[in-house]
């Protein structure tokens, strides 16, 4: 009988038991990503007649995107440890809601971008962290070490296809900024309904971990604590410089694309098409890789690799 058991508590999850949390954010993620698709290729081209000019356009879309980050940088902590308290879920449904409150501002007031911009750089406190710093650990809470990376890698990559799809459906907005404000707003707002009906809290209650007040109070201590161990520091610099590359550089290419030689929609939709399709290979084939590779040199290697990939491919 105790054998039997035993038998019983080493008996492996089914597929729905060890992938359920993955399959149910899936359609989140997706949903979300394809809301904001019809809009990227178009938004440069509404900012430069909303403000004058590309230069202003750019400036003035930095300086509100700077902002955003700022805040999502200084509360990520915070975010972080209250997520360790009360779980993930409450974290990726706000984000939700933010992102179509986001959406609305821009399908409601297109003739004032103050709106759109001021909501998304507020909302960038919970969007961001909620989709990166709480999804990370959301995955983690649910898979072991050794399927992790797949994880990451599956999810992160699954989020890019809307915009290599939309390499092909781009000409649909060319003269109908409207119907993609539209398309936005209706999308985030399924991706909220979704998020709010099925997606599962990953983090068990006796996992949780309580508030700590003292923690909280220095935002920064993370920081520091990275300084003392030189890989993670290395494989942090290496990654902050892709999302400048891939949120900066690539955002302002745009602007001098379009001033230069007038680029318009779809030639925007193959920029795009180029940095998902950079992004799904990294994350895909590079996340296989580090799932079989896990030494501390090979780590920083494939870092490294990671980030010339991502730099080719904003060159090309």
């Not at 809470?141 to 990451?152: H, K």
């Not at 109908?176 to 399924?190: C, E, H, K, N, P």
């Not at 550089?249 to 920029?271: H, P, W």
Request: proline share 4%; hydrophobic share 55%.
């Amino acid at each position: 009988e105790s054998q039997l058991k035993a038998e019983e508590v080493v008996k492996p999850a089914g597929f729905w038991a060890t992938h359920r949390h993955l399959i149910l954010i899936l359609p989140w993620l997706v949903c979300g990503t394809c809301a904001a698709a019809p809009v990227l290729p178009i938004f440069n081209i509404v900012s430069q007649d909303f403000f004058g000019s590309h230069e202003r356009a750019a400036l003035v879309g930095s300086f509100f995107d700077t902002g955003g980050a700022v805040l999502a940088f200084v509360s990520s902590a915070l975010i972080g440890l209250v997520s360790d308290s009360v779980g993930r879920r409450p974290f990726l449904v706000l984000g939700a809601l933010c992102n179509f409150l986001t959406a609305l501002a821009l399908w409601q007031w297109p003739d004032n971008l103050y709106c759109y911009l001021t909501m998304k750089a507020v909302s960038s406190v919970v969007v961001t962290n909620g989709q990166y710093t709480v999804l990370a650990p959301y995955l983690a809470d649910v898979y072991r070490p050794d399927l992790r990376a797949r994880a990451f890698g599956l999810v992160f990559s699954t989020a890019l296809i809307p915009l290599m799809v939309l390499l092909w459906v781009a000409r649909l907005f060319v003269e109908r900024f409207s119907l993609a404000f539209q398309i936005y707003a209706a999308l985030t707002g399924v991706a909220f309904v979704y998020a709010v009906l099925f997606v599962p809290e990953s983090l068990s209650k006796a996992n949780r971990v309580p508030f700590c007040w003292q923690k909280a109070a220095t935002p920064f201590a993370p920081i520091w604590a990275v300084l003392s161990r030189p890989l993670v520091l290395v494989a942090g610099v290496i990654l902050f410089l892709i999302t400048v590359s891939g949120a900066g550089i690539a955002e302002f290419a745009l602007y001098f694309l379009r001033a230069k030689f007038g680029f318009g929609v779809q030639e925007n939709a193959v920029v795009f098409f180029e940095i998902a399709l950079t992004g799904v290979f990294t994350q895909t084939v590079v996340l296989g890789a580090l799932l079989r590779c896990t030494t501390e040199y090979n780590v920083l290697l494939l870092s490294v690799t990671c980030y010339a990939l991502h730099a080719f491919g904003y060159a090309v």
